[in-house]
């Protein structure tokens, strides 16, 4: 059984994420030196992630 035209939706997701997979939270939180490779993978806190539009200018991170 095949899903209806209306049901499908055209380009995958067309909405920004706003919290990441576990890869990209886990470099994320080693960037930021909250999380090494001896801590493990499970547990690992969530992270905000927004993605600006171009032109938009956020939050500075600290270098």
């Known amino acids: 059984m095949s899903i209806d035209k209306s049901l499908k ?3 995958g997701m067309s ?3 706003n919290v ?3 890869p990209e939270r886990l470099a ?3 960037e ?8 493990g993978v499970y ?3 969530k992270t905000k992630y927004r993605k ?4 938009q200018s956020g939050p500075k991170r600290d270098a």
Do not use: E, T, Y
């Open 9 to 11: 939706i055209g380009g």
């Open 43 to 45: 547990n690992v806190p």
């Open 15 to 17: 909405r920004v994420r």
């Open 20 to 22: 990441l997979r576990r």
């Open 28 to 30: 994320l939180l080693q």
């Open 52 to 55: 600006l539009a171009p032109g």
């Open 32 to 39: 930021d030196g909250k999380w090494s490779a001896d801590k």
